[in-house]
Nanobody
Framework: VQLQASGGGLVQGGDSLRLSCVAS????????LAWFRHAPEKEREFVAG????????YYADSVKGRFTCSRDNVKKTLYLQISSLTPEDTAVYYC???????????????????WGQGTLVTVSS
């Protein structure tokens, strides 16, 4: 499985942005997919994800209400719509995929085998 993230850039506070992650592979619909972010001097953190077995979307508490994660199984693409951006959202955003993780592991980066290269989001104040 190969993942290619895109959509990052330099934006102003309050702006919106949509990140995309295109995946290869024939069984995309069976992947659990997630977005993580890694901000300077911070640990990589779970942002949002869609669990394959129940198709539910899960969010970190810090982004609920501003981030919307979705997937298009026909286009084999994962999306992250971000609104009301703040400088605290500045980070490299990574998409990740797993074919076998359990729900309790969904927020753990170590549970994901496949990773995209990351796309940088920089928010100016």
């Amino acid at each position: 499985v190969q993942l290619q993230a895109s959509g990052g850039g330099l934006v102003q506070g309050g702006d919106s942005l949509r990140l995309s992650c295109v995946a290869s592979g024939d069984t995309f619909s069976s992947y659990t997919l997630a977005w993580f972010r890694h901000a300077p001097e911070k640990e990589r953190e779970f942002v949002a994800g869609i669990y394959s077995r129940n198709s539910r979307t899960y969010y970190a508490d810090s982004v609920k209400g501003r981030f919307t994660c979705s997937r298009d199984n026909v286009k084999k693409t994962l999306y992250l719509q971000i609104s009301s951006l703040t400088p605290e959202d500045t980070a490299v955003y990574y998409c990740a995929a797993s074919t076998s993780l359990i729900l309790s592991s969904m927020r753990r980066s170590a549970a994901y085998r496949y990773w995209g290269q990351g796309t940088l989001v920089t928010v100016s104040s």
